[in-house]
């Protein structure tokens, strides 16, 4: 079993930063033979895609809409994937997730609890 617990969320104002983490762990678990997600879902909409980033961290994919705004990345010696935002925009405000997927499925089958970002403008 695989566990994800994300922290850094928070109230920011427009234009601001914040920095979320996700930290992974379980009895068998190996943080670098998992490729890791971000999502996000606002009140009244689903849940979209933000970032991911393959398991050695080379290879990494944005959505359009914060693509040059954010950054993920990962250490894999702490088992612990990032989120960095910056510019925020009150459209950026959502309860954010983080996702596991173990090489080579397509879905990701893990799931932090979540953490929510409030952008205040």
């Known amino acids: 079993q695989v566990q994800l617990v994300e922290s850094g969320g928070g109230l920011v104002q427009a234009g601001g930063s914040l920095r979320l983490s996700c930290a992974a762990s379980?009895?068998?678990?190996?943080?670098?033979?998992?490729?890791m997600g971000w999502f996000r879902q606002a009140p009244g909409k689903e849940r979209e895609f933000v970032a991911a980033i393959r398991r050695s961290g080379d290879i990494r994919s944005y959505a359009d809409s914060v693509r040059g705004r954010f950054t993920i990345s990962r250490d894999n010696a702490k088992s612990t994937v990032y989120l960095q935002m910056n510019s925020l925009k009150p459209e950026d405000a959502a309860v954010y997730y983080c996702?596991?997927?173990?090489?080579?499925?397509?879905?990701?089958?893990?799931w932090g609890q979540g953490t929510q970002v409030t952008v205040s403008s």
């Open positions: 996702a596991a997927r173990y090489f080579p499925a397509s879905e990701y089958g893990y």
């Open positions: 379980g009895r068998t678990f190996t943080f670098s033979s998992y490729a």
